[in-house]
């Protein structure tokens, strides 16, 4: 086993793995402070209107293509060449997002309706959504600068300090929950140019819009000593006609399609789930967090280190190298996501409650996003793999598997979405908003599987011994886990009795009991994954 690879990996799931703690306590705030009514649905539909360009723009698509060009110049070229491409880059990249967001905060409520189309029969969430995303738009542009910063620093080893940058916006978030509350009151009167309105939601979620914006400028500030320190603090200039920006924009397309599939997936959740039952958009998006912390501190973290390091063997030619490198970092990806995501399922109702069962967030509240967390849980493992596996195209330029397999997952993903509605529908059951988190995670499943099938199909990956014997011992390990922890925890009306300290101590004592019972199972099976060999 590589022991760079290791390291790096460790390095970005920790300061990851502080991310999202960090995150959990400001759901615990946020979920305290607000509940899930209509003033936090407003605020995460505000919220994710940006992230939904972010992602299109900076982590999936630009970043994906970025990387291993500028991974090439740097193993090929000057630094006064990689220097020129940054600073082109920087200064086109730049250029897009401000008319993207100068239009945005002009016809914020116009993007709204977009977003949230059944909110036009609701003008108080329509209102309040618009000013919030007023403030919540611009941190497109400051957050795509810093997924900028990020590449460059990655691509040259420096893991960490984007892996951290994240916590800027968790502690933000919480400070202006806590300190910025109090300055808007329960009714809050909206002046913009489009008129007056009096809203009559929790006028203090506005303190979380101005939590974000507050971030999206600490989080790009944050970014700059450390590019000074390798020398490539970006210095903005036009680029459109440069050959190295050009070649990005040309990889770009197909993974801008790709991430627009995503992209697309989670905006046809948005819109089914605000025309369900009151709350079904702030359920969604509490489990969602919980799932996207194994995906983030784990998934994400090997998808970080790998990307460089695979781009680098492409570069060289390295074919074994990188097959070894592919092997190593899905044996990992196995180790992780199955007992994670059993994990996740059997401990939802605890998860649940010990987070966010306090304040507003009552008992329904917990039952249904418990729901979610659980349907969500089965895809995790399609998650974490398509992280892995991706790098394994984008590091050899090649951009189009991955979007043709997300186009497949998402006409998938749409009618399992009709379908499973319609069914809780006709059943006149509210917990519909199951349905979404269920298509999502099958979606993603099949996702992995098709891209997995490529990489076998033209022979990029080929694996390595031992994977029958491994995947038995873990499927193993993972049912004495998932036995224990069934067997040790009470039920779910037992939790909502507990004190706060009880249901920390209960949470934290079957997750290390479950964690210990899953390695000891493994190892005594016969699993070596210290034996697990890469190359970097």
Do not use: C
Not at 128 to 157: E, H, Q, R
């Amino acid at each position: 086993m590589s022991r760079k690879l290791f390291k790096s990996t460790a390095v970005v799931a920790l300061f990851t793995f502080l991310s999202r703690i960090s995150g959990l306590v400001r759901d615990i705030v946020v979920s305290s402070y607000f509940g899930a009514k209509g003033g936090t649905d407003a605020f995460f539909v505000a919220f994710k209107i940006p992230n939904f360009f972010r992602r299109l723009f900076a982590e999936a698509s630009f970043a994906y293509a970025f990387v291993p060009v500028l991974t090439e110049y740097r193993e090929k070229r000057s630094h006064k060449e990689v220097q020129d491409l940054v600073d082109k880059v920087a200064g086109s990249l730049a250029s897009v997002l401000f008319l993207v967001t100068l239009v945005g905060v002009i016809a914020s409520p116009i993007v709204i309706m977009m977003f949230a189309p059944k909110w036009i029969n609701e003008p108080d969430k329509l209102s309040l959504a618009a000013a919030m995303l007023v403030l919540t738009f611009p941190y497109l542009f400051f957050i795509s600068l810093t997924a900028l910063a990020g590449g460059i620093l990655n691509a040259y080893g420096k893991f960490a300090v984007p892996a951290f940058t994240p916590v800027l916006l968790n502690l933000s978030i919480i400070g202006s929950a806590v300190w910025l509350s109090g300055a808007f009151g329960p009714n809050l009167e909206i002046v913009s140019m489009w008129g007056k309105d009096l809203v009559e939601l929790d006028g203090r979620v506005m303190s979380l819009a101005w939590g974000v914006f507050i971030a999206g400028i600490v989080q790009l500030l944050f970014q700059i000593p450390f590019l000074m320190k390798i020398g490539l603090l970006p210095k903005p200039k036009w680029g459109f006609n440069d050959g190295g920006v050009r070649r990005i924009m040309k990889l770009m397309v197909p993974t801008l399609i790709s991430s627009s599939v995503l992209q697309i997936s989670l905006l046809i959740d948005l819109w089914l789930a605000t025309s369900l039952t009151e709350g079904s958009v702030s359920w969604l998006y509490f489990s969602d967090r919980l799932v996207e912390f194994p995906l983030g501190v784990f998934g994400i973290a090997l998808a970080t280190v790998v990307l460089p390091a695979l781009a680098k063997h492409y570069t060289d030619k390295s074919d074994e190298k990188f097959s070894g490198t592919m092997d190593w970092s899905l044996r990992w990806m196995f180790v992780i996501s199955i007992p994670s995501a059993v994990g996740l399922f059997v401990l939802a109702s605890p998860l649940i409650t010990t987070m966010y069962y306090r304040g507003k967030f009552d008992a329904d509240d917990v039952l249904m996003t418990s729901w979610a967390l659980m349907a969500y849980s089965v895809g995790l493992f399609g998650f974490i793999l398509t992280k892995v596996l991706s790098p394994g195209f984008y590091a050899r330029q090649d951009t189009k598997t991955p979007m043709v397999a997300a186009i497949k997952a998402l006409v998938i993903k749409v009618i399992l979405s009709l379908l499973l509605l319609y069914l809780f529908s006709v059943m006149q059951w509210r917990g519909a908003h199951i349905g979404l988190a269920l298509s999502t995670a099958l979606a993603a499943l099949l996702n992995a599987w098709f891209l997995y099938r490529s990489l076998r199909k033209e022979n990029i990956y080929q694996p390595g011994k031992g994977w029958t014997a491994d995947i038995s011992r873990i499927l193993l390990a993972v049912v004495v886990m998932a036995g224990l922890i069934l067997l040790l925890s009470p039920a779910a009306d037992a939790w909502l009795s507990m004190g706060l300290l009880e249901r920390i101590w209960r949470v934290l004592l079957y997750v290390g009991l479950g964690v210990f019972a899953f390695l000891a199972t493994a190892i005594i099976a016969g699993m070596r994954p210290w034996r697990w060999k890469s190359s970097i």
